[in-house]
């Protein structure tokens, strides 16, 4: 039976047979891999750029909030809020819950802090009842900025506890903004 598969006139089609059939079963299984690994990647992007986004939407509204206690012009609080607000959905999305919940914390003593602020200063839309020193909180909202910053670089670089804050402390020193 097996006798045509050793004739020499065969060992052409038996090759053929051969490295067809090796060929499929590396394609199928490539592709496979490579389709995972390809997701993998896209996924690390897409939480890069999440991260990104809501980095750069807190900062800002970091910086006008602190500005706005030396300017006149602070009207545009309430939006920005909304900004970070708006970029935190994809957090909840891409990142682990260590990171969502120290982001969470900051934006949240970030928002309570600009409403102090804009209570302080009596600017349109925002209730004049309650607490209104919003000197008090800020050291607060400067030790959660640079939890969620520390717990996003832990997430993104798989660093160590005591190297990322190291690389954070280098960071906030150097902008004075920790």
Not at 19 to 28: C, E, G, N, Q
Not at 44 to 58: C, D, I, V
Not at 75 to 94: F, G, K, M, N
């Amino acid at each position: 039976m097996l006798d045509w598969l050793v004739d020499p006139a065969n060992s052409r089609v038996v090759a053929a047979l051969i490295a067809s059939s090796t060929a499929v079963l590396i394609a199928f299984f490539a592709y496979a891999w490579q389709k995972r690994k390809d997701r993998a990647h896209q996924l690390a992007q897409e939480k890069r750029e999440a991260y990104r986004r809501f980095l750069e939407e807190s900062t800002s509204f970091f910086t006008r909030v602190a500005l706005a206690t030396k300017v006149e012009d602070s009207s545009t609080l309430q939006e920005h809020y909304l900004r970070v607000v708006a970029v935190s959905a994809d957090l909840i999305i891409y990142a682990p819950t260590e990171v969502i919940g120290s982001c969470q914390k900051y934006a949240e003593k970030l928002f309570e802090y600009s409403e102090r602020l804009g209570r302080a200063r009596r600017l349109p839309g925002y209730d004049t009842e309650g607490e209104m020193d919003h000197r008090s909180i800020y050291p607060e909202v400067k030790r959660l900025r640079k939890q969620a910053f520390l717990s996003i670089r832990r997430d993104l670089t798989g660093v160590n506890q005591r190297k990322s804050e190291k690389a954070v402390d280098a960071f906030f020193i150097k902008t004075k903004s920790a």
